[in-house]
């Protein structure tokens, strides 16, 4: 009831209110709520190994002062073809892209301990960012914890922005110089680039590939440990490019790099999203922390434990019901909810040998709840095979 009457009514508004909408797309599992839920400082959204954890688009909200920064969190950017194998709703496709159109800036995030796709952007981003891009972005490189050769991340960011940041040619220092270490154990630093003379215009496939290789200010065959301070230079726009040839976008107008998990330099790209926002009115109340009813926070909790300990396709088939929701003598919250499975052979896996797996995810998801709703929570949880 709480939160509804904070959705419904009109929000409170500073003297000086200023506001930014932020939408962060990226490859399925990238990090997208782990990011979102860390800047919140609360877990609101659902995360899992597996991809497609988030089904729709939800927002949360961040109120600082006078600054109220509203994170648009959005399923995994995708193609038809997969969505039709995890069997999602057609909404996962269109989610990501009605988002940037609601956006004043869009992070990209990008996850570096998958080699397999880590140095291009997956033609799906690509696509989102050719289309909107007056939309400022920014480049987010996250799990870096996890990669152990860390002169790699001058690389990657090398070749996702075509070696192009805010208009300039990018400009590496590192840690080498009068240092015996190791490049794989010496800190990198990616300076960001000062800002052009004037805004670079136009969508930026302009430009040839080998032009955005050739302006990106890193010498591969020279020694890292010399800084590298180039001219300023935009890239060169010509007529629109196939997408096929193109691994990174030109535009960005910073790099971080952070590991979103443990929460390494989440504050500093708090800190920058909070000074990037305009004059403008609030969205939301100050107390609202996300725009999800309680129902919807349960059932995202629920489902991303049922995705966490059933392998496969198997929990993309589960369908939740709550059957019950009230609120105890005691204040506490009574939830019991039917997950609904379309085999048998489902159904054995999701109880598992003596109710073990059932009843992992119901003392993790009654957990996760108190944290979220901070209440005592008894969560029941009941499996039936589809009529």
């Given at each position: 009831?709480?939160?509804?009457?904070?959705?419904?009514?009109?929000?409170?508004?500073?003297?000086?209110?200023?506001?930014?909408?932020?939408?962060?797309?990226?490859?399925?599992?990238?990090?997208?709520?782990?990011?979102?839920?860390?800047?919140?400082?609360?877990?609101?959204?659902?995360?899992?190994?597996?991809?497609?954890?988030?089904?729709?688009?939800?927002?949360?909200?961040?109120?600082?002062?006078?600054?109220?920064?509203?994170?648009?969190?959005?399923?995994?950017?995708?193609?038809?073809?997969?969505?039709?194998?995890?069997?999602?709703?057609?909404?996962?496709?269109?989610?990501?892209?009605?988002?940037?159109?609601?956006?004043?800036?869009?992070?990209?995030?990008?996850?570096?301990?998958?080699?397999?796709?880590?140095?291009?952007?997956?033609?799906?981003?690509?696509?989102?960012?050719?289309?909107?891009?007056?939309?400022?972005?920014?480049?987010?490189?996250?799990?870096?914890?996890?990669?152990?050769?860390?002169?790699?991340?001058?690389?990657?960011?090398?070749?996702?922005?075509?070696?192009?940041?805010?208009?300039?040619?990018?400009?590496?220092?590192?840690?080498?110089?009068?240092?015996?270490?190791?490049?794989?154990?010496?800190?990198?630093?990616?300076?960001?680039?000062?800002?052009?003379?004037?805004?670079?215009?136009?969508?930026?496939?302009?430009?040839?590939?080998?032009?955005?290789?050739?302006?990106?200010?890193?010498?591969?065959?020279?020694?890292?440990?010399?800084?590298?301070?180039?001219?300023?230079?935009?890239?060169?726009?010509?007529?629109?490019?196939?997408?096929?040839?193109?691994?990174?976008?030109?535009?960005?107008?910073?790099?971080?790099?952070?590991?979103?998990?443990?929460?390494?330099?989440?504050?500093?790209?708090?800190?920058?999203?909070?000074?990037?926002?305009?004059?403008?009115?609030?969205?939301?109340?100050?107390?609202?922390?996300?725009?999800?009813?309680?129902?919807?926070?349960?059932?995202?909790?629920?489902?991303?434990?049922?995705?966490?300990?059933?392998?496969?396709?198997?929990?993309?088939?589960?369908?939740?019901?709550?059957?019950?929701?009230?609120?105890?003598?005691?204040?506490?919250?009574?939830?019991?909810?039917?997950?609904?499975?379309?085999?048998?052979?489902?159904?054995?896996?999701?109880?598992g040998r003596g109710g073990k797996v059932i009843s992992?995810?119901?003392?993790?998801?009654?957990?996760?709840?108190?944290?979220?709703?901070?209440?005592?929570?008894?969560?029941?949880?009941?499996v039936e095979v589809k009529g």
């Amino acid at each position: 009831e709480e939160q509804k009457r904070l959705l419904e009514n009109r929000p409170d508004q500073p003297r000086h209110a200023k506001v930014l909408r932020i939408a962060i797309i990226g490859a399925p599992n990238a990090g997208k709520s782990t990011l979102s839920n860390q800047l919140l400082g609360r877990k609101v959204f659902p995360v899992s190994r597996k991809v497609h954890t988030t089904r729709c688009k939800a927002r949360g909200v961040i109120t600082h002062q006078d600054t109220q920064l509203i994170i648009l969190d959005t399923p995994g950017l995708t193609n038809p073809l997969k969505a039709k194998r995890h069997n999602l709703d057609e909404a996962m496709l269109t989610d990501p892209w009605d988002s940037m159109k609601h956006a004043d800036l869009v992070l990209v995030l990008v996850d570096v301990s998958d080699h397999w796709t880590r140095n291009s952007l997956s033609k799906e981003v690509l696509k989102c960012l050719s289309q909107f891009p007056h939309i400022p972005s920014v480049l987010v490189l996250n799990k870096v914890d996890i990669l152990k050769k860390k002169f790699l991340l001058l690389e990657i960011a090398t070749d996702l922005t075509e070696g192009i940041v805010n208009g300039k040619k990018l400009e590496v220092k590192s840690a080498l110089k009068q240092d015996s270490r190791s490049s794989a154990e010496s800190p990198l630093h990616i300076t960001r680039a000062s800002p052009p003379e004037s805004k670079v215009p136009g969508s930026p496939f302009g430009q040839e590939k080998n032009q955005a290789q050739e302006g990106s200010g890193l010498d591969k065959s020279s020694d890292v440990g010399d800084a590298v301070t180039v001219e300023a230079q935009g890239p060169k726009h010509h007529g629109p490019e196939d997408l096929k040839d193109v691994k990174g976008w030109p535009h960005f107008q910073e790099i971080f790099m952070l590991a979103a998990l443990r929460g390494e330099e989440v504050d500093t790209l708090k800190r920058y999203l909070l000074m990037q926002a305009k004059p403008g009115p609030w969205e939301f109340h100050s107390d609202v922390l996300t725009n999800q009813s309680p129902q919807e926070i349960c059932d995202n909790i629920i489902r991303e434990k049922i995705l966490e300990y059933l392998p496969l396709e198997v929990p993309y088939g589960v369908t939740q019901v709550t059957e019950m929701w009230e609120e105890g003598e005691c204040g506490e919250l009574l939830i019991m909810q039917s997950l609904l499975v379309p085999r048998e052979s489902h159904k054995r896996m999701l109880i598992g040998r003596g109710g073990k797996v059932i009843s992992r995810i119901a003392r993790e998801a009654g957990q996760d709840l108190m944290n979220v709703f901070l209440c005592d929570v008894r969560l029941k949880l009941k499996v039936e095979v589809k009529g």
